[in-house]
């Protein structure tokens, strides 16, 4: 079975700093990986994607995830928070029925 | 090109009553998914479509809830008779056949059984 933890359901860093949300994974295959997000009012948008090519994913807004089997981690990053990066992430990993983390809410102060 | 469509946005009813919803997946995606997040918790998966048939219904909760894709476009999720715990934003989301099989969201309905 296959299975998400995301550390911290809320996250909260100032405006220009570095965000990190923490995804760790288990799958008994090789797993496919990604990162969702949801503002205010929306749907889910994928931020990124692991399909088992490069380790470190670029995404959209800066985002990137690196892929680490060794720590079973994917954990996504921001070199410079934005406020309009406020939003809460979900890890995800699964080739269909996708399973998800819980979540992480980012909140960013100016 | 449009996104996935998800109606209505929110709905509020009784409990045992009978609730509709509908989603439009994108044009041309064979692949059809609801998924549900009860408040608080994580977003779990319900079914999933290929074209018009149930390729994995091993998340549904109960035979309270069906799902239809007639003619494998939209499709509905009916819940009937409502009960509380069926309370929470039920997703869809559609996905190409084949490729890297990202999966695009609806923005949800928000189903609040009272």
């Known amino acids: 079975a296959q299975s998400v933890t995301q550390l911290g359901s809320h996250v909260s860093v100032s405006e220009g700093a570095l965000v990190l949300l923490r995804c760790n994974y288990s799958?008994?295959?090789?797993?496919?990986l990604f990162w969702y997000v949801q503002y205010p009012n929306q749907g889910l948008q994928l931020l990124l994607k692991?399909?088992?090519?490069?380790?470190l994913v670029k995404g959209i807004n800066g985002f990137e995830a690196e892929f680490k089997k060794s720590e079973t981690s994917f954990h996504l990053t921001k070199p410079s928070a934005h406020m309009s990066d406020a939003a809460e992430y979900f890890c995800?990993?699964?080739?269909?029925?996708?399973?998800f983390g819980s979540g992480t809410r980012l909140q960013v102060q100016p | 090109e449009a996104g996935v469509t998800q109606f209505p946005s929110h709905s509020v009813i009784e409990k045992g009553q009978t609730v509709t919803l509908r989603c439009d997946p994108i044009?041309?995606?064979?692949?059809l998914y609801w998924y549900r997040r009860v408040m608080g918790k994580e977003i779990k998966f319900l079914l999933h479509?290929?074209?018009?048939?149930?390729?994995?219904e091993s998340g549904m909760p109960n035979n309270r809830f069906l799902a239809e894709r007639t003619g494998g476009t939209y499709s509905t999720l009916k819940v009937q008779p409502a009960e509380l715990e069926d309370s929470g934003v039920y997703f869809c989301?559609?996905?190409?056949?084949?490729?890297?099989?990202?999966?695009?969201f609806g923005a949800g309905t928000r189903l609040s059984v009272l």
């Open positions: 479509f290929v074209k018009e048939s149930k390729q994995d």
């Open positions: 044009s041309g995606h064979d692949n």
């Open positions: 989301a559609s996905s190409q056949s084949g490729g890297p099989l990202i999966q695009y």
């Open positions: 995800a990993t699964g080739r269909r029925a996708l399973t």
């Open positions: 799958s008994s295959v090789p797993p496919y």
């Open positions: 692991y399909t088992s090519a490069a380790t």
